[in-house]
């Protein structure tokens, strides 16, 4: 990864979370996570930020790219349900149960998640910023 993210003392193993910044499902979703994990493993990242436009580049999304969540994880970026599930895999039970859900088909899953995410302003309203964390959460966000 390039220096933006070494400098925030990231791991290059480490899996990244990015997330509309400005959105209320998606800040809810950051919340929860944060709730809800086994340990202290993922980062997060603001897709609007500057590391996050990085994080994308190097992924091969295109740096405007706001339609769904992206993990990055193993050397790789996984977005809309794909996200989804694995994001769930680092949760507590019984909520890690939901990554299950790849029995679903991926273009059935997609079109839901797909669904939500078009109408996710309507819904949850946005943001005029982006999350901030605690300071005691400050270090696992980037940018």
Same mark, same amino acid.
């Given at each position: 990864m390039? !220096? #933006?993210v070494?400098?925030?003392? *990231? !791991?290059? =193993?480490?899996?990244?979370l &990015?997330f509309?910044?400005? *959105? =209320?499902l998606?800040?809810g979703s $950051?919340?929860f $996570?944060?709730r809800h994990?086994? @340990?202290p493993i993922?980062r997060f990242? #603001?897709?609007?930020?500057? $590391?996050g +436009?990085?994080?994308l580049r190097?992924?091969g &999304?295109a740096?405007?790219?706001? @339609?769904? &969540?992206?993990?990055?994880e193993a050397?790789? #970026?996984? $977005?809309? !349900?794909?996200?989804? &599930?694995?994001?769930?895999s680092?949760?507590n039970w %019984? /909520?890690?149960w939901?990554r299950a859900?790849?029995?679903f %088909?991926?273009?059935?899953r997609? /079109? #839901?998640y797909d669904?939500?995410?078009? =109408?996710?302003y309507? /819904?949850?309203?946005? !943001?005029d910023a982006c999350?901030l964390p +605690?300071?005691d959460l400050?270090l696992?966000?980037l940018g």
């Amino acid at each position: 990864m390039a !220096s #933006a993210v070494q400098s925030e003392s *990231c !791991s290059p =193993n480490q899996p990244i979370l &990015l997330f509309d910044g400005v *959105c =209320n499902l998606c800040h809810g979703s $950051v919340r929860f $996570v944060l709730r809800h994990e086994r @340990g202290p493993i993922l980062r997060f990242c #603001a897709l609007e930020s500057a $590391v996050g +436009t990085q994080l994308l580049r190097e992924h091969g &999304l295109a740096t405007d790219y706001r @339609g769904s &969540l992206v993990l990055i994880e193993a050397g790789g #970026a996984f $977005v809309k !349900s794909d996200a989804a &599930l694995r994001v769930a895999s680092y949760l507590n039970w %019984p /909520w890690s149960w939901g990554r299950a859900g790849v029995v679903f %088909p991926r273009g059935l899953r997609d /079109w #839901a998640y797909d669904f939500i995410a078009r =109408n996710r302003y309507r /819904w949850f309203g946005r !943001s005029d910023a982006c999350l901030l964390p +605690t300071a005691d959460l400050k270090l696992r966000f980037l940018g």
